[in-house]
């Protein structure tokens, strides 16, 4: 079975993309997903993953969600490989989700002038 979970940031805005046919819409974003220990300095690392949303689940995720915003999604890894122009072989792999939900919220500064008074 190929199933994978993740819940983390986005790290751009996600954009509405249409295939070359024109009849099907997609949206690519990367996901940074914290990681469970820190490194020796203390600070947390974060793995940056790519993610591919297809259809009408691709138009909610450019309507509602922007940069900084977190996102908990489901779906299988695909991977693959090709060769550039100078003919290396480049390895990739993404996360096609299934299904996604938005997870609480991004503070702005708005939000963070309010709590501190």
Same mark, same amino acid.
């Given at each position: 079975m190929n199933k994978i979970i993740i819940l983390g940031r986005l790290i751009k805005d996600p954009e509405l993309r249409t295939v070359e046919a024109g009849d099907k819409v997609f949206t690519k974003f990367i996901v940074a997903? @914290?990681?469970?220990?820190?490194?020796? @300095?203390g600070t947390r690392k974060a793995d940056l993953i790519p993610v591919t949303v297809w259809g009408k689940k691709a138009e909610v995720v450019?309507? +509602?969600? *922007?940069?900084?915003?977190?996102?908990?999604?489901s779906g299988r890894?695909?991977? $693959?490989?090709?060769? @550039?122009?100078? $003919?290396? *072989? *480049? +390895?990739?792999?993404?996360?096609?989700?299934?299904?996604?939900k938005f997870v609480g919220g991004r503070r702005n500064e708005s939000d963070e002038a309010t709590n501190d008074q």
């Amino acid at each position: 079975m190929n199933k994978i979970i993740i819940l983390g940031r986005l790290i751009k805005d996600p954009e509405l993309r249409t295939v070359e046919a024109g009849d099907k819409v997609f949206t690519k974003f990367i996901v940074a997903v @914290d990681r469970n220990f820190k490194s020796p @300095d203390g600070t947390r690392k974060a793995d940056l993953i790519p993610v591919t949303v297809w259809g009408k689940k691709a138009e909610v995720v450019c309507k +509602y969600l *922007k940069k900084g915003n977190y996102i908990s999604l489901s779906g299988r890894l695909r991977t $693959g490989s090709y060769e @550039d122009k100078e $003919g290396n *072989k *480049k +390895y990739i792999a993404e996360v096609i989700a299934e299904d996604f939900k938005f997870v609480g919220g991004r503070r702005n500064e708005s939000d963070e002038a309010t709590n501190d008074q």
